[in-house]
């Protein structure tokens, strides 16, 4: 039934590289993971920024959760181009813990904790976390003056340049340099996660950046994890994400609002640039815009990078997925909850059940 379905999708050959055809690990990390990278990074989210050190400064917040975790408020200050930003994130992690395992967490408010942030009940599962708001990268809207997006383009986007959420993800890489410095954390063990478009900056990161042991989309949908061709009557499409957010994107993403078939990819070649590393996808079953079958056949689609690599990749039923369905057995992972679109403890309970399993 899956292979019919996505049969009906007519996809870009993941191991179809300018005409020839890959079958192996190697010619996957030499020819198929630099093309897909390339075509993502000019045909949809944009170019890649210059690597710019920061000037990083911490502060202990008085407040430790009843003694359990230590709070760091940490500031990222951007110097480029003659003109400086600076980031604040807040970094928490067990009291007297070794080898933490993270979370890098990028958010749409600063709170600590906050409603998609549970932080005790990350605290009490063994994680740390270190969070940031998007809006204290750049503003999630057209601005391009502000914040990162003003050091590096002050308003002025080519048709390749990069729009918000790489923004987001360059910040999310660079609170991963932070955490390669510090003794407590596990490096083997440091992950990303974000609600909707910040979803969708949590796969983007982990794609590119391959520190990222595992990645947990929440919700993510179109241009996310979703795949756009053949999308449902009632999901976002690709026209929809343009006409309302286009500057999440780069301005070339806009010649295929109306065209999706003329996509030199979909989003299962994003995906699979995790291979073989952890990626969990989180659905909501009445988050229908976000359309969570494509979601699924994403999974299904992607997981045949993790092949090469001799790991198992997606594992699942030869159907689509319904509530309560949790395929969490392989390296990559789909689960589907009750309820609407949200970043929700259940979600978090169960991402940390799967790493926790597999790292």
Excluded at 134 to 163: P, V, Y
Excluded at 170 to 196: C, E, F, W
Excluded at 209 to 217: K, L, N, Q, T, V
Aim: glycine letters at 8%.
């Amino acid at each position: 039934m899956i292979v019919e379905e996505l049969k009906k999708r007519k996809l870009p050959d993941l191991f179809c590289i300018e005409g020839k055809q890959i079958t192996t690990k190697d010619e996957w990390e030499n020819k198929g993971r630099p093309y897909w990278k390339s075509v993502i990074q000019n045909e949809e989210y944009g170019k890649i920024l210059p690597l710019v050190q920061p000037e990083i400064s911490t502060k202990i917040n008085s407040v430790n959760f009843a003694g359990k975790a230590t709070w760091e408020e940490v500031s990222f200050k951007f110097c480029y181009n003659n003109k400086q930003h600076t980031v604040p994130t807040n970094l928490i992690y067990p009291k007297n813990a070794e080898n933490v395992p993270f979370f890098i967490y990028i958010n749409f408010r600063s709170d600590i904790p906050d409603r998609y942030l549970p932080v005790e009940e990350i605290i009490d599962n063994g994680f740390g976390v270190f969070s940031v708001c998007h809006n204290d990268i750049s503003t999630d809207n057209g601005d391009f003056t502000n914040g990162l997006a003003g050091l590096f383009q002050d308003g002025d986007r080519k048709e390749k340049d990069c729009g918000k959420i790489m923004y987001w993800s360059y910040m999310a890489s660079r609170m991963m340099d932070y955490l390669q410095t510090l003794p407590y954390v596990d490096k083997n063990r440091i992950g990303v996660s974000g609600h909707s478009r910040l979803g969708k900056t949590a796969l983007l990161t982990a794609a590119f950046d391959e520190r990222f042991a595992f990645s947990c989309p929440n919700n993510s949908g179109c241009s996310g994890v979703a795949i756009s061709r053949g999308c449902c009557d009632k999901g976002e499409k690709v026209s929809d994400i343009c006409r309302t957010f286009p500057y999440w994107f780069s301005p070339s993403y806009q010649k295929y609002a109306n065209e999706v078939e003329k996509l030199p990819f979909d989003q299962h070649c994003l995906m699979a640039l995790v291979a073989p590393r952890i990626v969990i996808v989180g659905g909501a079953e009445q988050d229908v815009w976000a359309d969570n079958d494509s979601q699924f056949l994403s999974c299904v689609a992607a997981s045949k990078a993790w092949n090469l690599y001799g790991k198992d990749g997606f594992i699942s039923p030869d159907r689509l997925p319904v509530c309560g369905d949790k395929f969490t057995d392989g390296d990559v992972g789909f689960f589907l909850r009750a309820g609407t679109h949200y970043h929700s403890r259940e979600d978090w309970n169960t991402y940390m059940s799967a790493i926790k399993s597999k790292l």
